[in-house]
């Protein structure tokens, strides 16, 4: 029997006479999409939209094996200002080619997590450097999974713009602050001749004296963060923010977002990759030209 479809968004009406019961639902998510897609007003703080007007929009990639899925997102995506979609994959390993072949680096992936073949978790434990992600998907049995990637948001199906602003909005402050690192430290000149040569941290209830010239790297692991010298490895509940804070900048330089090195332990780079005493440590693409910049100074 015919369906009748009435849907009313706003002052606006639309009323649909179909004879195929699938083609129903499909409609009837569509516009339900587009009703929630109504924009709100798009507020960023002053000292975000400030700093952050260099480098928008922000590249995006979105996969997701529904196609009707990746048409949602690349609608919100346009519906923003400041985010621009490169791209969509409809399988994890088409994105990891996408990911491999990538001119320039990308800010933003949109990701489904359940997809045959290749999940989206499969797909981030491929990556040496990733983006600010953002897990879509259906479920939320993923979330330590989330947690382990560090995800910027994650989003449940099905979506609605306003949640999907929000998560934007946290991207861009994400990609704002870690832009401005980077500017920071490029910018920086020699040190004065009063530089401290060490400094403190606090394990567990004490203080512990930390010998720069002995540090050689430092990896962010969750909530803490591990200071690895010649003698030891100190765990250190910390962010790694904190930590470019504490450590003279003329020495030690970020080159990931899990990672500072100590620009004088460094033996080799090759391939994105530092070698420091035995250990290779990944560089991402955002670091990359600050770190050639530092090592030619040398």
């Known amino acids: ?18 004879d195929f019961p699938p083609l129903v639902l499909i409609l009837y998510n569509f516009l339900h999409f587009i009703h929630s897609c109504y924009k ?17 929009p922000l590249r995006c990639l979105v996969v997701d094996d529904d196609p009707l899925s990746v048409q949602i997102v690349l609608n919100c995506i346009a519906s923003t200002p400041f985010l621009q979609a490169i791209g969509s994959c409809t399988s994890a390993v088409e994105a990891a080619e996408v990911l491999r072949t990538l001119s320039q680096p990308l800010d933003v992936l949109f990701l489904d997590v359940e997809m045959p073949m290749m999940s989206g978790i499969d797909l981030l434990r491929m990556q040496i450097e990733l983006p600010q992600v953002v897990l879509i998907t259906s479920s939320d049995h993923y979330a330590v999974q989330a947690f382990e990637f560090a995800v910027a948001d994650y989003l449940l199906k099905p979506l609605s713009y306003p949640r999907f602003l929000q998560a934007a909005q ?29 400094t403190f941290v606090k394990m567990d209830t004490k203080l512990v004296r930390v010998d720069f010239r002995e540090v050689q790297y430092v990896e962010a692991l969750g909530d803490y963060v591990h200071i690895v010298t010649s003698q030891s490895k100190l765990i250190v509940y910390s962010t ?56 030619n100074r040398l």
């Open 1 to 18: 029997m015919p369906y009748l479809l009435c849907f009313f968004p706003a002052t606006r009406f639309l009323i649909i006479f179909i």
């Open 40 to 56: 709100p007003k798009i507020i960023m703080s002053t000292s975000t939209s400030e700093s952050a007007t260099a480098l928008l």
């Open 170 to 198: 946290k991207v861009l402050e994400l990609v704002t602050a870690e832009r401005a690192a980077e500017t920071e430290a490029s910018d920086l000149v020699a040190a004065p001749a009063t530089e401290p040569d060490f």
């Open 240 to 295: 790694m923010r904190a930590i470019e804070e504490k450590f003279p900048p003329t020495q030690f330089l970020r080159v990931h977002r899990s990672f500072i090195a100590n620009i004088n332990c460094i033996q080799a780079l090759e391939d994105n990759s530092l070698l420091i005493r035995d250990k290779h440590i990944p560089v991402g693409q955002t670091y990359l030209r600050n770190l050639l910049q530092r090592l």
